[in-house]
């Protein structure tokens, strides 16, 4: 038999996040299921997955055989979101959920509220996935379980703010968030957890203030604890934030962090790790790489925007129209979640010259703004307007973007408002030229910032119809952008072509012509001396 005190201190050393003691302290224990669950969190923790699956079937099978209810029921709900949310796994899931639910019958235990929980995590009618979540909640609080009381409240916050009650459904996320701050919370699943609701409710509202000042605490909480899921797999919705915010390099980071724990086993977030990198992608004007990526990911809220931008970008303004129609008739028509659809779609119907449907998209987005009166929602809906006044030469196009540029500023999306500064600029370039002028400027250097190569391309070249000269920018000097320079260093590790499109998830063409640029700027003549210079670069830094 396993010492007792052998498994709390096992169990210590998961609060502390140092799965390896655990391991090590249960390297010799007997092969009883209390001794397996904890091996199995230990497992998860490493994140191997494949290890606590089979730790918790062993721990379930074991409580069986000794007639203990309750540690079954503790097993199968362990696995039930190890094989809904790692793998991808909805009937397995399912599976071990319904046998949570049988072996727990009517007892009225701290567990029933853990069910209870996992049942609303998965539950797709957002009236009874709360009504399970309000369960959960109630029960911890009875009981007096912390861990599961934040959880609840985070997840309940979460489902709050999807359902767009943003107030509501934040201040319980902040509460949540507030408790984990204060170390109340124990499990490093549930740290994870609360985290991973903050962020997707943040990228849904596009609420970046709130999302950045609660990542420096998780980001802390993961450093101490050793929790490397808080710091990359929540980072799925923080990349898609991190994007809308326009730290494109973080965001890569963060989204690259996600599609790795995908190879590492963790299936679920393929599609939502790969649809922000695409929307990324797209922002940079990399169209090639985000069709590549999009390429095996069929039609959904996520891909539908990136996917209608490829489609324009082509001039194939039906097909972006239409894969934006279908996915808004998923959506209510209230909902936040349509707004990035519209506005899109008003693009789509102005390169048209469709001005009356595309007057009718902003009519939509002003309806929207009306019931959800938040910065970012009020700035679409205004910069909407704003495009349609311009196409039909309106007067009051200077009052709509200047409003949206209001929204977009304090909403913390740059991206969005360079573009509105360079809307501006073209409405006022016929009849007041300094003012463009500065317009122009001013998004040009936005879109240097953010290495939207394209966008600057068009700012400079306003610039130049009115007679002013664009200032040097960064790209003309010389030096590499980041992702020729990550080619370098690819090209100095001995890389093939193939070999760095596969690192890089872009198409071998893509390649060929990074190489060739930095061959260029560089002066090199064959791929053998761009990597003697990346060697030489790399020792030189050292």
Not at 479 to 506: C, F, K, Q, W
Request: net charge negative.
């Amino acid at each position: 038999m396993t010492d007792g005190g052998t498994l709390a201190e096992a169990r210590t050393a998961l609060v502390a996040g140092d799965a390896a003691r655990a391991r090590e302290l249960l390297a010799d224990a007997d092969d009883g299921p209390r001794v397996q669950e904890v091996l199995g969190r230990a497992a998860y923790l490493d994140l191997d997955f494949a290890a606590a699956s089979d730790h918790w079937q062993r721990a379930y099978a074991g409580f069986r055989a000794a007639n203990d209810s309750l540690g079954a029921v503790r097993a199968a709900r362990s696995l039930a979101p190890l094989y809904g949310m790692v793998y991808g796994d909805g009937a397995v899931m399912s599976g071990w959920l319904a046998r949570a639910q049988t072996l727990l019958g009517d007892a009225d235990s701290l567990e029933a509220g853990w069910v209870a929980l996992n049942i609303g995590m998965f539950e797709n009618l957002r009236e009874r996935k709360n009504e399970h979540l309000r369960a959960a909640l109630s029960i911890a609080r009875r009981f007096g379980d912390t861990d599961l009381e934040v959880v609840a409240l985070a997840y309940l916050g979460a489902s709050l703010v999807h359902a767009d009650r943003m107030e509501e459904g934040m201040r319980l996320l902040d509460e949540a968030l507030a408790a984990v701050a204060g170390s109340e919370v124990e499990s490093f699943q549930a740290l994870e957890e609360v985290f991973c609701q903050l962020f997707s409710a943040c990228e849904f509202a596009h609420d970046v203030a709130r999302a950045d000042q609660w990542i420096r605490v998780g980001e802390q909480i993961a450093t101490q604890r050793r929790l490397p899921s808080v710091a990359a797999f929540c980072h799925t919705h923080y990349g898609g934030l991190l994007t809308v915010a326009g730290r494109w390099d973080e965001a890569d980071a963060a989204l690259t962090d996600a599609v790795r724990l995908w190879a590492l086993g963790w299936r679920s977030l393929r599609p939502g790790a790969l649809s922000r990198l695409a929307e990324l992608r797209v922002r940079q004007g990399r169209f090639e790489e985000a069709e590549q990526i999009l390429a095996d990911l069929g039609l959904n809220g996520d891909t539908a925007r990136p996917l209608a931008v490829l489609y324009l970008e082509r001039g194939d303004q039906g097909l972006a129209r239409e894969t934006l129609a279908r996915a808004l008739d998923d959506l209510d028509p209230t909902s936040t979640a349509a707004v990035p659809l519209l506005a899109t779609l008003v693009d789509v119907e102005i390169a048209a010259g469709s001005l009356d449907p595309a007057g009718a998209a902003a009519a939509r987005l002003a309806a929207i703004a009306v019931e959800q009166p938040s910065s970012y929602v009020r700035a679409e809906a205004a910069f909407a307007r704003g495009r349609v006044c311009a196409a039909r030469r309106d007067d009051d196009v200077s009052v709509c973007l200047r409003e949206a540029l209001d929204g977009f500023a304090a909403a913390g999306m740059p991206m969005e408002l360079a573009c509105c500064r360079l809307e501006l600029a073209t409405a006022l370039a016929a009849e007041h030229r300094s003012a463009a002028v500065m317009e122009a400027r001013s998004a040009l250097e936005a879109f240097e910032r953010l290495d939207a190569t394209r966008y600057a391309d068009a700012a400079a070249a306003l610039l130049r119809s009115l007679g002013a000269r664009p200032p040097v920018g960064r790209r003309s000097n010389g030096l590499l952008t980041r992702r020729e320079a990550e080619v370098l260093e690819l090209l100095g590790h001995g890389m093939s072509n193939p070999e760095i499109a596969d690192r890089l998830y872009i198409s071998r063409k893509t390649v060929e012509h990074h190489v060739s640029r930095v061959l260029t700027k560089l002066g090199l003549r064959s791929r053998a001396e761009a990597a003697a210079y990346a060697a030489r670069e790399k020792r030189g830094s050292e």
